[in-house]
């Protein structure tokens, strides 16, 4: 009750983001998904700043030391990208949030093309899945399913080269054998307390994760 702003990462949050603002009058800010990486971390905190009329001074200060501490060790990746054939074909498997973020922030900064995007979450209240024209232009391919089966079978048929998904597609990974990348629940044999893949430091944890993922696989 005594925040002066709620933010939303997901469209799960803004019912609740409507309840506060009835009840409590406290407004909130809308994203599609978490912010990974530092232009979008950058555009939440100035988004928050303005909104709560902090100096933008304090913002770009933090932000200028993110940059740095990201282009440190983004920089030194770079270095061996291509000797070690981090460009992939890549498929993506969960909610629309957690797709948007990982899928976004690997395009720009892995040069990951992104084959295949299977939706879990568009369902209505009748329970059907409604397809959203906005996600039209992140994949060539876009799906909208729970269904394992049906998710097996498009992961089958097509030509990624690594899936990021959830341990409920670790069979057809082997299969296909191709390396999965576990982003989405449910997770099993994992122990996760506080990882996230938000912010400057989320962002260099998926490079590691992702990086890793394809090496253990060559």
């Given at each position: 009750?005594?925040?002066?702003?709620?933010?939303?990462?997901?469209?799960?949050?803004?019912?609740?983001?409507?309840?506060?603002?009835?009840?409590?009058?406290?407004?909130?800010?809308?994203?599609?998904?978490?912010?990974?990486?530092?232009?979008?971390t950058?555009?939440?905190?100035?988004?928050?700043?303005?909104v709560?009329?902090?100096?933008?001074?304090?913002?770009?200060?933090?932000?200028?030391?993110?940059?740095?501490?990201?282009?440190?060790?983004?920089?030194?990746?770079?270095?061996?990208?291509?000797?070690?054939?981090?460009?992939k074909?890549?498929?993506?498997?969960?909610?629309?949030?957690?797709?948007?973020?990982?899928?976004?922030?690997?395009?720009?900064?892995?040069?990951?093309q992104?084959?295949?995007?299977v939706?879990?979450?568009?369902?209505?209240?009748?329970?059907?899945y409604?397809?959203k024209?906005?996600?039209?232009q992140?994949?060539?391919?876009?799906?909208?399913?729970?269904?394992?089966?049906?998710?097996?079978?498009?992961?089958?048929g097509?030509?990624?080269?690594?899936?990021l998904?959830?341990?409920?597609e670790?069979?057809?990974a082997?299969?296909?054998?191709?390396?999965?990348?576990e982003?989405?629940?449910?997770?099993y044999?994992?122990t996760?307390?506080?990882?996230?893949?938000?912010?400057?430091?989320?962002?260099l944890?998926?490079?590691?994760?992702y990086?890793?993922?394809i090496?253990?696989?060559?």
């Amino acid at each position: 009750p005594a925040a002066e702003l709620n933010l939303v990462f997901s469209k799960w949050g803004v019912p609740i983001g409507e309840k506060l603002k009835e009840k409590y009058g406290t407004d909130y800010l809308f994203y599609s998904c978490l912010p990974t990486g530092p232009e979008e971390t950058e555009t939440v905190l100035q988004d928050i700043a303005s909104v709560l009329k902090i100096s933008s001074e304090k913002t770009e200060h933090v932000m200028e030391r993110e940059k740095e501490h990201f282009a440190y060790y983004y920089g030194g990746l770079w270095q061996s990208f291509y000797e070690n054939n981090y460009l992939k074909y890549v498929g993506l498997v969960g909610n629309e949030s957690t797709v948007l973020q990982v899928g976004r922030f690997l395009k720009k900064y892995l040069g990951a093309q992104i084959r295949l995007a299977v939706i879990t979450d568009h369902l209505d209240e009748s329970g059907s899945y409604q397809k959203k024209e906005d996600l039209a232009q992140f994949s060539e391919e876009i799906y909208y399913t729970g269904d394992v089966q049906e998710i097996r079978e498009i992961v089958e048929g097509s030509d990624i080269e690594i899936l990021l998904a959830s341990s409920l597609e670790q069979e057809v990974a082997r299969k296909n054998h191709i390396p999965l990348l576990e982003i989405s629940f449910p997770v099993y044999r994992q122990t996760i307390l506080s990882k996230s893949y938000a912010g400057v430091e989320g962002a260099l944890r998926l490079i590691e994760d992702y990086t890793s993922a394809i090496a253990a696989a060559e």
